[in-house]
């Protein structure tokens, strides 16, 4: 069940104090559950409707090259050459990284004579390995801690510059990778105040994680996801170069003012206008510079923020939980994330995933304490049971008298197996738990919800 806009309704009792002695009234609060995508910025991720015929030219093309590429289905050393292979190891050896040489013997044997879109683009264990989508996720785009927004140069973002040809696309990569200095919230390894490279925020990929890397992989995941990035970047430009070379950029420039230079504020403006009359919003993938924004905001007035201890600035997917402050004792709310996290089984969450916290209601009929969660799940919705075991285990042990509220981008899909969590296995096994779906009871497995 992942999650775009989703609305549950909950059932509670008010009473003011001259009424206090007859039948509570019975009201109904509005929640709210949005995974906003703070870190989705690719402005051709879907097709939509444009003005210029020039985009609906280059989109039927890039199809067509992905799906009967042809003779375009050259080797990757012709896009990302063997001279960029060495200047990436360059300056992986500034940046001290070890196994490079079984670095140069994978270019030579795994990567370098691949096809671009056959064997590297088409290729679903690169996926798997997470060795394109973790390294995009932390430098795609980059919210720095005073609130300055930093692209990757890549065709895949709101970069605002211009690529005038390969050479210069990659000078402008590899600066950015290896140059450049950015203090982003919570950055680990790193004191407080002080700024890290963009190289420094890549994370390890850990096969007890992400099984389908390989312990050889592992043990090389941070030059190896540096080199599958460089790839990937190099093909997607090459290819948008080959099918409309003078318009693709022009073509990018206005879908991303469009689409996603304005995303914070319509958010804001939505949840203003739409859903100014929640008891709860839960959020997930925010950035750290959206809570900011929130927070010296005007929807500041009306609720209060809760997010996790540690913010992650770098990934940028915190959950957060935004309570009605007129509804609730503000200084009755505690953090309990801790608590769960703790009670978590087989699964590691990555900082800012969850948040949970208790608070109290003004209700003066029976003055109800509510247990409230927050959680974005794995891209295989892995993570999504063993967490919301440990959630049901902390309400059940700790918080009976609570009423759990629980919103979550699940990462759920229409098929169950090993490797991906069903929508129907996973709300079989809540509503054993005695939870209900705002998405139907039981939820359309056919149904998209993101």
Same mark, same amino acid.
């Given at each position: ?263 914070? #504020? ?5 949840? %203003?206008? +739409? !859903?100014? @009359?929640? =008891?709860? &919003? $839960? ?105 919301? #075991? ?5 309400? %059940?042990? +700790? !918080?009976? @008298?609570? =009423?759990? &509220? $629980? ?44």
């Amino acid at each position: 069940m992942t999650s775009h806009v989703g609305s549950e309704e909950v059932a509670v009792t008010d009473m003011s104090p001259s009424h206090r002695h007859q039948e509570c009234e019975m009201k109904t609060w509005l929640a709210a559950t949005w995974n906003i995508a703070a870190v989705n910025n690719n402005p051709f991720e879907y097709w939509v409707t444009h003005n210029d015929p020039a985009y609906n030219k280059m989109m039927i093309d890039v199809q067509d090259f992905i799906d009967e590429p042809g003779n375009r289905d050259c080797p990757i050393h012709e896009v990302f050459t063997d001279e960029m292979f060495n200047q990436l190891v360059e300056n992986l050896t500034i940046m001290k990284c070890s196994g490079l040489d079984k670095l140069k013997d994978t270019w030579v044997a795994e990567y370098r004579s691949r096809k671009i879109i056959s064997g590297f683009l088409k290729d679903r264990s690169i996926g798997s390995k997470r060795l394109i989508s973790m390294p995009d996720r932390v430098t795609n785009t980059i919210h720095a801690a005073d609130g300055t927004i930093f692209y990757r140069p890549t065709a895949i973002n709101c970069y605002d510059g211009n690529f005038e040809n390969k050479a210069a696309w990659w000078n402008l990569w590899q600066s950015f990778i290896f140059e450049t200095q950015i203090l982003v919230h919570n950055a680990k390894k790193r004191a407080e105040g002080c700024p890290c490279l963009v190289f420094q925020m890549l994370e390890p990929i850990l096969k007890c994680k992400y099984p389908a890397i390989t312990e050889e992989e592992e043990m090389i995941c941070i030059p190896l996801q540096t080199l599958c990035l460089a790839i990937f970047d190099a093909i997607i430009i090459h290819m948008l170069d080959t099918v409309a070379l003078h318009k693709w950029q022009v073509l990018r420039k206005s879908l991303s003012e469009a689409l996603y230079k304005g995303k914070e #504020r319509q958010i804001i403006e939505i949840l %203003s206008r +739409t !859903y100014k @009359d929640a =008891a709860f &919003v $839960f959020l997930q993938e925010v950035a750290a510079s959206f809570v900011k924004k929130v927070e010296t905001g005007s929807l500041f007035e009306d609720f209060i923020v809760f997010k996790p201890a540690k913010m992650d600035g770098k990934r940028d997917q915190n959950s957060i939980i935004m309570v009605k402050r007129e509804l609730f004792e503000l200084n009755s709310a505690r953090d309990v994330t801790s608590e769960i996290l703790a009670a978590v089984e087989g699964w590691q969450c990555s900082d800012g995933d969850l948040v949970a916290y208790t608070i109290q209601s003004r209700d003066l009929c029976n003055a109800t304490r509510y247990l409230l969660v927050s959680f974005h799940g794995d891209t295989n919705g892995l993570a999504t049971l063993p967490v919301v #075991r440990a959630v049901h285990a902390v309400a %059940s042990n +700790t !918080y009976s @008298d609570h =009423a759990l &509220v $629980f919103g979550l981008d699940a990462n759920t899909y229409r098929e169950h197996s090993a490797t991906y969590q069903g929508v129907s296995h996973f709300y079989d096994v809540i509503a054993s738990m005695g939870m209900a779906s705002c998405w139907g009871t039981p939820p359309n497995p056919v149904n998209p919800t993101t």
